[in-house]
């Protein structure tokens, strides 16, 4: 059974730094694209960092310089390094992967709180 288990989220003031972690499990090949999405109340979710198994990134422009995903391939981990957070950061953060066969798997989600 495939589970991917987030860390690292909380309440952070502005201007802070938090960093998430997921690690995942129960796949036999290992993952393809690991990513995070995030869901802001009232919002619909969004894209935020994507990172391949070659090391590939993409981020949403609201988040560019200022967030870094990052993996260890081995660990099947992928991080999420928040800096400068901003108020409209405040979301419930996903981690999500896919497994080589093209299936899609998340992250019970861990909530991120930027006050101002």
């Known amino acids: 059974q495939v589970q991917l288990a987030e860390t690292g989220g909380g309440l952070v003031q502005a201007g802070g730094s938090l960093r998430l972690s997921c690690a995942g499990s129960g796949s036999a090949f290992g993952f393809g694209v690991m990513g995070w999405y995030r869901q802001a109340p009232g919002k619909q979710r969004e894209l935020v960092a994507t990172?391949?198994?070659?090391?590939?990134?993409n981020y949403v422009d609201s988040v560019k310089g200022r967030f870094t995903i990052s993996r260890d391939g081995v660990k099947n981990t992928v991080y999420l390094q928040m800096n400068s957070l901003k108020p409209e950061d405040t979301a419930v953060y996903y981690c999500?992967?896919?497994?080589?066969?093209?299936?899609?798997?998340w992250g019970q989600g861990t909530q991120v709180t930027v006050s101002s």
């Open positions: 999500a992967a896919t497994d080589p066969f093209r299936t899609n798997y």
């Open positions: 990172i391949t198994s070659g090391g590939a990134t």
